[in-house]
């Protein structure tokens, strides 16, 4: 197949994966409200699900997800990139699987430990085999695929969830990863880890593919580029285990790439978006927005997915990684300040009628936030991560990044919960508000430009090199 988009094509196809992704993010926002009434017809278990169920939920989800990443790296190393990702398929269905069956709350935390561990697994293999396949022209837009899987995976669930059964919902869920593994099958192993392998023809072959070539003189100048980045750039390049945690910290280059990247995810998830996307029916509930909770969900997801779509046309060209990153983290601490004002003025106008006047704000400072997160910080975020690391430690590099996301995330979603319940909607959204602050001064001071950055001139980056653009 010559065509010169097929590596957007596999790109694509691997992002499937992260669909599944955003139908377990978005999971809890339809269902739980479903599970929480007894009086419902459609509670598969008859009694309530407390408010103590739904922190073993929320804790089995986290718990899970610190075991995927460790799984999806050591498969990654020894199997391939490629059979990483096919086998995140599988978690996956048995996640939904289990859903189908639950007839407990019990059942119920293990299978969202098992969709936890899917969901830390999906996201460090996608990382790994995106990162691999992309060109240094589309390396910045095939980063934000991540982020447009995962939140068409929310719409996904949003528009599904109110208005199908339990049991329908976790069958269209489950009809997504198989969906996955059938086309995935036929998508090529990275080009890196054949030519770490010394398979250079099968790398060759690969290239071709991917970047639409006729003939082998076409790519044989990029593979000559691959060889020395993996062989001669990266030393101790087929080195394993603890040597490459050792490098991480002892390397100038990796030690800065480590910092700005556990910056960027700790910061991308003290945001709170997955807390919010995943209460957003509650929330717009205890808000009383002017439309119903579950059409201003609907409305929250499409924005997600528009939002997300635009960034891959920007990130690449003119704009670049960074200009993005602090435009969003501008508009982010806004619609937060703005959305703690509204509950703040919701507690003092509430008996007066007046609150009716404003009840615009949380839907609105919503698809601002939301807008803003995958338009920006969110997709941005995840490209960075996918460049900054050498091959040679990029696997334990990009672990550790997703360990730390999925560990603040959980944190973020447990104090967020305790702050509402202590002190009101209103400081819980401006703690955020003052996060996304600290945001910016980290994008500021710590982030550089790497668009029109080779990955070799990424690496000379961060040891302190002067480079010049392409």
């Known amino acids: 197949m010559h065509w010169r988009y097929c590596e957007l094509l596999a790109g694509a196809v691997a992002n499937l994966a992260t669909v599944s992704l955003g139908c377990a993010i978005a999971w809890p926002s339809p269902v739980l409200l479903k599970l929480t009434d007894v009086d419902l017809e459609d509670n598969p ?150 030519v770490e392998r010394g398979l250079y023809q099968r790398a060759a072959e690969t290239l071709m593919f991917l970047r639409g070539a006729h003939n082998l003189d076409d790519v044989q100048p990029e593979l000559d580029e691959l060889k020395q980045y993996i062989i001669q750039h990266v030393p101790g390049a087929t080195t394993r285990g603890f040597a490459h945690l050792w490098q991480l910290v002892t390397s100038r280059a990796n030690r800065r790439a480590l910092i700005i990247t556990i910056g960027l995810v700790v910061f991308q998830q003290a945001t709170g978006i997955d807390s919010i996307i995943a209460n957003s029916e509650p929330l717009f509930a205890k ?45 982010l601490t806004l619609s937060l300040a703005i959305l703690g004002t509204y509950f703040l003025l919701e507690r003092h106008l509430i008996a007066s009628g007046m609150l009716e006047a404003i009840n615009w704000m949380p839907l609105t400072a919503l698809v601002v936030f939301v807008a803003l997160y995958n338009g920006g910080y969110g997709p941005v975020a995840w ?85 010049v653009r392409l």
């Open 45 to 194: 278990f008859g009694v309530v699900v407390t408010e103590r169920d739904k922190a073993w939920i929320d804790g089995a989800l986290a718990i899970g997800g610190l075991c995927g990443p460790l799984v999806a790296r050591w498969i990654s190393l020894r199997k391939g990139r490629r059979i990483a990702l096919l086998l995140s398929a599988v978690p996956y269905i048995v996640a939904w699987l289990l859903l189908m069956i639950v007839g407990s709350v019990s059942l119920l935390i293990v299978a969202r430990a098992v969709t936890g561990f899917a969901n830390g697994y999906v996201l460090l293999a996608v990382t790994l085999y995106i990162g691999e396949i992309a060109s240094d022209r589309y390396r910045g837009a095939l980063g934000c695929f991540i982020q447009i899987g995962t939140t068409l995976g929310i719409l996904y669930v949003y528009c599904l969830g109110p208005f199908v059964s339990y049991l329908a919902l976790q069958a269209l869920c489950c009809a997504i990863p198989i969906l996955f593994g059938i086309l995935f099958l036929y998508m090529p192993e990275t080009p890196h880890f054949l």
């Open 287 to 331: 808000a009383n927005s002017a439309l119903d909770p579950v059409h201003s969900t609907i409305v929250l997801g499409a924005i997600q997915f528009i939002s997300s779509c635009a960034t891959p046309f920007f990130i690449d060209g003119s704009t670049g990684r960074r200009p993005i990153l602090l435009g969003s983290s501008i508009g």
């Open 383 to 467: 490209a960075l991560v996918m460049e900054m690391f050498p091959h040679a430690i990029k696997p334990s590099g990009v672990t550790i990044c997703v360990l730390t996301a999925i560990l603040f995330d959980y944190a973020i979603l447990q104090l967020l919960n305790s702050l509402i319940v202590s002190v009101g909607y209103d400081w819980a959204f401006w703690m955020l508000a003052a996060i996304g602050s600290a945001t910016f001064a980290f994008a500021w001071w710590m982030v550089f430009e790497t668009r029109g950055l080779t990955l070799v001139a990424i690496q000379e980056r961060l040891a302190g090199i002067k480079v």
